[in-house]
């Protein structure tokens, strides 16, 4: 970390400060986007339960915690946020990694419980962030958990089929994983400042010099906070804010998801067998690659493209997804070429969904507090574990219908053992 610093220093002082707020926001995006699925791999539920069961293990506790969390974001500092949240996916990985493989699902089921509920608190403190820190911390966000994303279809193969370990063996990668959040979060992200300021860019080197001095220090308070007020009050309030948040971004982000995720992971199974794939396993992991880099690039292209409405990329995420229905409907149709193009666009779409509703969010919310804003933040990504748990869950039972169709039996992923 200080090395990078050191680097910085000849940069102007905006740019220095967008650039360690886009790394920062990208270690941390790629950290809240691996670990949780490296615990749920260890933990080896899809051997006792069907996946839309685990699914439902997994996203319950994700979606309870992003619709708890923001209430008590005013009350809790920043920094003991993070360290809470550290200690939650590290205590979560210790268990995971230290109890026999075969040990009784109900402990599995906790240990993946935890770790769920600490990445979905993990995502809200970063995401309520970005109250300051604009269109620059987003997109080092998005980076972040592109590449997770990427990593996470990825790995398994990697691990099973190329490396001859076993998924087990990822947590131990966990721990850097989170030594990298914290000290991302401590001493790469510089203090907190609206990046979207005008004369944001005109401070003179005396000042840069301070903020290099105070960035430490300033993560560690939020003057922001305003723990007079009740906290029955500040309860009410967000309640009424949440109402008014549903319809223009929590919904407009489920049904993206949703869309996604039927795409992705939802109905891969069904697909039509390639013979350029020796296993499924392959098949996935470059399947999940295009996918996930469609989604690195569409959350990333928030600093580039401005999209006026979000209506206009559900749409067009619609149309992708039906055709991906259809391929997986028609085998004959799932030619891997087109497959993996839809997939790739599929991803780059959602992931402008993505971006586009919390831009939209911090522009809406640029009058308001900072404690509406942070809640604002906070709060909308519940509308992605919805989308997340209903798209899956609706792929999983489509995708079991089409392996069970007597029209292409045989010629589907499903229908081999490999």
């Given amino acids: 970390m200080s090395a990078l610093r050191t680097s910085l220093r000849g940069l102007s002082p905006q740019l220095k400060d967008e650039l360690r707020t886009f790394f920062a926001f990208g270690i941390l995006g790629f950290g809240t986007a691996t670990i949780a699925p490296t615990v749920y791999a260890a933990a080896y539920l899809i051997i006792p339960f069907p996946r839309a069961a685990v699914i439902i293990i997994e996203t319950l506790p994700a979606l309870a915690a992003k619709l708890l969390v923001p209430h008590i974001l005013a009350f809790v500092p920043r920094w003991l946020r993070t360290v809470v949240v550290a200690f939650g996916l590290l205590g979560a990985s210790v268990a995971i990694d230290n109890i026999p493989p075969n040990v009784h699902p109900p402990v599995r089921i906790l240990l993946t419980l935890l770790a769920a509920a600490a990445t979905a608190a993990s995502e809200v403190s970063f995401l309520a962030l970005l109250r300051d820190y604009g269109r620059v911390g987003l997109a080092g966000w998005g980076a972040g958990t592109g590449a997770g994303g990427i990593a996470v279809a990825v790995m398994p193969y990697v691990l099973t089929y190329r490396w001859g370990l076993f998924l087990r063996s990822s947590v131990g990668y966990v721990y850097y994983l989170l030594a990298a959040m914290v000290l991302a979060y401590f001493l790469l992200l510089p203090k907190a400042l609206d990046l979207r300021l005008p004369g944001y860019g005109d401070r003179s080197k005396a000042d840069d010099d301070e903020d290099e001095n105070n960035d430490s220090s300033l993560l560690l308070e939020d003057p922001l906070r305003d723990p007079t007020l009740p906290f029955s009050e500040r309860v009410r309030q967000n309640m009424k804010l949440a109402s008014s948040l549903i319809g223009p971004y929590m919904v407009p982000l489920a049904v993206g998801t949703g869309m996604q995720a039927l ?137 079991a219908g089409l392996c069970g169709w007597s029209l292409g039996h045989g010629r589907r992923w499903c229908h081999v053992v490999k």
Avoid: W
Avoid at 337 to 342: I, M, N, R, S, Y
């Fill in 263 to 399: 795409v992705f992971p939802g109905i891969t199974r069904a697909l039509g067998i390639s013979s350029s794939f020796e296993a499924y396993a392959s098949y996935y992991a470059a399947y999940g690659l295009c996918f996930h880099l469609g989604s690195l690039a569409g959350r990333t292209s928030v600093l580039v493209v401005q999209y006026p409405k979000t209506k206009g990329l559900l749409i067009r995420l619609g149309l992708l997804t039906v055709i991906g229905v259809a391929m997986a409907s028609l085998h004959f149709l799932a030619i891997p070429a087109v497959v993996f193009v839809v997939a790739l666009s599929a991803g780059l779409v959602g992931g402008a969904v993505y971006s586009n509703v919390f831009a939209e969010a911090m522009a809406e919310t640029g009058s308001a507090s900072g404690l509406d804003r942070e809640f604002s933040l906070g709060v909308i990504g519940a509308g992605e574990t919805v989308g997340l748990l209903t798209g899956v869950v609706l792929g999983s039972f489509l995708e």
